[in-house]
């Protein structure tokens, strides 16, 4: 049985290098959902992940054994305040998206983003800190139909940065056909 393998949707060498979306990482507490979301940044071209509070940021050594290498490839800069980083990406023109559970979330797939945009991903157990959440411009979430309202951060990460590419890729086609962008 011959499995043929099909590239698709690739960001071509020439382009900017970069998909025009931020990771903001606000108080995660496992190094391994920190090193899953290096992995997710880099086969994405997310631009950079910032590390706030006390998420585990590089050299690490839980977050490198899941990261693989890719925290040797994305750009990390570390914030001690949520707020702070937020503030200063909202000053550089980013759109800034709470990936929460909070009411007047949409579902990611209706969500249509602007970029640039930033995804604000919170703690484990707390959630996005209050301060940052007074920040955000919109709020997304995926929809949790059992009975915890909660899904693994890097996993959630995932489905939502996966989603922004999707979106950006899908406004690339269009402009190539001639019809409407992002």
């Not at 998420?55 to 925290?71: I, N, Q, S, V, W």
């Not at 305040?81 to 998206?97: F, M, N, Q």
């Not at 990460?157 to 086609?173: H, K, S």
């Amino acid at each position: 049985m011959d499995i043929t393998v099909r590239q698709t949707d690739r960001l071509e060498p020439e382009d900017s290098g970069t998909m025009p979306l931020v990771l903001v990482l606000d108080h995660l507490r496992s190094a391994y959902n920190v090193g899953n979301l290096f992995r997710i940044a880099e086969a994405t071209r997310v631009s950079r992940i910032i590390a706030c509070g006390y998420t585990a940021a590089p050299p690490h050594e839980k977050l490198a054994k899941t990261a693989r290498g890719c925290d040797e490839l994305v750009p990390c800069s570390v914030v001690e305040r949520t707020e702070d980083a937020i503030v200063s990406l909202k000053a550089e023109g980013y759109r800034i998206y709470g990936v929460e559970t909070v009411e007047g979330a949409k579902a990611y797939w209706d969500t249509k983003f602007v970029f640039p945009s930033v995804l604000v991903l919170g703690n484990e157990a707390l959630g996005i800190c209050k301060g940052a959440l007074a920040l955000c411009d919109e709020f997304v979430c995926l929809p949790a139909l059992g009975r915890k309202n909660s899904i693994n951060v890097g996993n959630c990460g995932a489905v939502v940065v996966f989603e922004c590419l999707r979106q950006l890729l899908a406004g690339r086609r269009s402009l190539e056909d001639g019809h409407e962008s992002l």
